[in-house]
C-alpha cells in the first residue's frame, strides 16, 4: 500500500522568508502522481501543484516549488516570499490507481504559521 | 464556473439518529469521492464513484455507512445510528476523468458533531 509520510506537525517562518515542507512516500509503482494541498482554517482543501513520477522538470507554481527527489522518494514544498496569508495546513498527497478504482492518499499534514 | 457543493455544511445530531450528507459535484466530472478529517487529521478515503461503475467502497469504517450517486451526478453520503466516534468533516471532493495528473475539486464540507 502507498504512504505518505509528513514528518513536520509545525513550522514556523518570518514574513518574505522561503520555507520547506517535507513529504517522502513509499510505492513500488513506476507510475504516480503527487499533490500539495492547503488548507486554511476555514477547511477548503486548495490545490496547490502537481508533481508526475516520470516528469523531468520540479512543478513550479508562483510561489510554489517542488523539490521532487525520485531516488529519494521525496517531494519536498518549497514556499518562497511565504506571506501571513500561507498561514495554513499543508497536505502531500499521492494518487493512487488500482483495479478501476483511484483516490489520493494524504499525510497527516504540516500546520504552517507565518510571523510577521 | 461553481465548484463542488456540499450540504448541510453543519449538522449536529443525536447518538443513534440517521444523517444524509449530500454532495454536487462540478459539472461535467465523472468521478467522485468522499473522505472523512477527523479533528487535527489528515484525510481519510471513504468511497469513490466512476461514471456508471461499481463504486470503490473499500473505505467505509463500517456497515452503517452507505453512498449512493444518482444520475452520475448528486451523491448522498447516509450514516445510519450515527455514533460519537462518527463527528468529523466529511469532505466530497470531484475530477474529471483524466488519469495521474488531474487533481481532486473539493467542497467545503460537512461539519457533523454527534452528540
Known amino acids: 500500500a502507498q504512504k505518505i509520510t509528513q514528518t513536520q506537525p509545525g513550522m514556523f517562518v518570518q514574513e518574505k522568508e522561503a520555507v520547506t515542507l517535507d513529504c517522502t512516500y513509499d510505492?513500488?509503482?513506476?507510475?504516480?502522481?503527487l499533490f500539495w494541498y492547503k488548507q486554511p482554517s476555514s477547511g477548503e482543501m486548495i490545490f496547490l501543484i502537481y508533481q508526475g513520477s516520470y516528469d523531468q522538470q520540479n512543478a513550479t507554481e508562483g510561489r510554489y516549488s517542488l523539490n521532487f527527489q525520485k531516488a529519494r522518494k521525496s517531494a519536498n514544498l518549497v514556499i518562497s516570499a511565504s506571506q501571513l496569508g500561507d498561514s495554513a495546513m499543508y497536505f502531500c498527497?499521492?494518487?493512487?490507481?488500482?483495479?478501476?478504482?483511484?483516490?489520493?492518499?494524504f499525510g497527516k499534514g504540516t500546520k504552517l504559521t507565518v510571523n510577521p | 464556473g461553481a465548484g463542488v457543493s456540499q450540504s448541510p455544511s453543519n449538522k449536529v445530531t443525536e447518538k443513534g439518529k440517521d444523517v444524509e450528507l449530500r454532495c454536487d459535484p462540478i459539472?461535467?466530472?465523472?468521478?467522485l469521492y468522499w473522505y472523512r478529517q477527523s479533528l487535527g487529521q489528515g484525510l481519510e478515503f471513504l468511497i469513490y464513484?466512476?461514471?456508471?461503475?461499481?463504486?470503490?467502497k473499500s473505505g467505509l469504517p463500517s456497515d452503517r455507512f452507505s453512498a449512493e450517486r444518482t444520475g452520475g451526478s448528486v451523491s448522498t453520503l447516509t450514516i445510519q445510528r450515527t455514533q460519537q466516534e462518527d463527528s468529523a468533516v466529511y469532505l466530497c471532493?470531484?475530477?474529471?476523468?483524466?488519469?495521474?495528473?488531474?487533481?481532486?475539486?473539493f467542497g467545503n464540507g460537512t461539519r457533523l458533531t454527534v452528540t
Open positions: 459539472s461535467g466530472h465523472t468521478a
Open positions: 498527497a499521492m494518487r493512487e490507481i488500482k483495479g478501476g478504482s483511484e483516490k489520493l492518499v
Open positions: 510505492t513500488s509503482d513506476p507510475s504516480y502522481g
Open positions: 471532493a470531484s475530477s474529471p476523468i483524466g488519469g495521474w495528473s488531474s487533481p481532486l475539486h
Open positions: 464513484f466512476q461514471g456508471n461503475s461499481a463504486p470503490d
